[in-house]
Nanobody, 118 residues
Framework: QVQLVESGGGLVQPGGSLRLSCAVS????????MRWYRQAPGKQRELVARITRDADTFYADSVKGRFTISRENAKNRVTVYLQMNSLKPEDTADYYCNVVWGYGRDDWGQGTQVTVSS
C-alpha cells in the first residue's frame, strides 16, 4: 500500500509562513501529478495547488502569489512541498496531499493541520 507522509503543519500568526511537505516512495515517472487540497471546518475540500510530472503548476485564486508548490525528485522517492507565505486566518484548514498516478488511481495523505491565528 502506498504511503504518503505529510509534515509541516502548525500554528502561525497572520502574515507568517509555513512549509508543508509530502513524501511518497515512488519514481517520479509513475506520477502524473501531485496536489495539495485543504478542508476548513464546515466547508468542502478544495484544490489549493497542483504540480504535474512536467512541472506545470496550478494555484487556486485564493492563494496565488502567496503559495508555491514545488517537487524534489530522488531515486524512488518524490517529495512535494507547499511553501505558504503571508498566511491569513482564512487559510486555516486541514491540508491534504494527493498523488495521481499515471494509470489513473490516486492516493491521499493523512492530512496536516494549519492554524493561522493571533
Amino acid at each position: 500500500q502506498v504511503q504518503l507522509v505529510e509534515s509541516g503543519g502548525g500554528l502561525v500568526q497572520p502574515g507568517g509562513s509555513l512549509r508543508l511537505s509530502c513524501a511518497v516512495s515512488a519514481s517520479v515517472f509513475s506520477i502524473y501529478a501531485m496536489r495539495w487540497y485543504r478542508q476548513a471546518p464546515g466547508k468542502q475540500r478544495e484544490l489549493v495547488a497542483r504540480i504535474t510530472r512536467d512541472a506545470d503548476t496550478f494555484y487556486a485564486d485564493s492563494v496565488k502569489g502567496r503559495f508555491t508548490i514545488s517537487r524534489e525528485n530522488a531515486k524512488n522517492r518524490v517529495t512535494v512541498y507547499l511553501q505558504m507565505n503571508s498566511l491569513k486566518p482564512e487559510d486555516t484548514a486541514d491540508y491534504y496531499c494527493n498523488v495521481v498516478w499515471g494509470y489513473g488511481r490516486d492516493d491521499w495523505g493523512q492530512g496536516t493541520q494549519v492554524t493561522v491565528s493571533s
